[in-house]
């Protein structure tokens, strides 16, 4: 089954998307990390139909069995330099932040990253489904 793989650590989002990725995307596999450890050693497995990936930057819970969870900025450093083939969401609306994981993306090659600000779910829903959209007609632009 293709997935969608979400790196995100707040609860009420966690409940937002998973909703509305039931509603949307039934057809699709939703992981959801909130360690960039472990989203990035699922990444290194035997690879997967990854239709998309959808990152946040800031991971406020800091750690997990005394393990520091990382940030979306460690995801986006593996993916600089393990270039995906799916699009790549980031839904942080951290102001500096999410822009320069953006920038780290567009400069090591990759031209399917987009950077959308977590709205809601019905905003994430939306971003999610006209990234997958892209992908099927092949219309991301070059750069």
């Known amino acids: 089954m293709p997935a969608i793989a979400v ?3 707040d609860p009420r989002r966690i409940s937002a998307i998973q ?13 959801i990390f909130i360690s960039a450890r472990e989203m990035i050693a699922w990444l290194e497995d035997a690879p997967r139909d ?18 520091d969870c990382g940030t979306g900025e460690d995801v986006t450093a593996y993916l ?13 609306s951290n102001a500096m932040r999410a822009p320069a994981m953006h920038m780290e993306l567009a400069m090591a090659g990759c031209n399917r990253v987009r950077l959308c600000p977590f709205r809601d ?14 992908e099927k007609l092949d219309r991301w632009p070059n750069g």
């Open 7 to 9: 790196l995100e650590d």
């Open 19 to 31: 909703a509305a990725a039931r509603q949307c995307f039934s057809g699709y596999e939703l992981r």
């Open 50 to 67: 990854i239709r998309l990936l959808s990152l946040d930057c800031d991971l406020d819970s800091t750690t997990i069995d005394d393990v």
């Open 80 to 92: 600089a330099a393990n270039l995906p083939d799916c699009p790549i969401l980031i839904h942080s």
């Open 121 to 134: 779910s019905d905003g994430w829903a939306t971003d999610v489904r006209s990234q997958l959209d892209a």
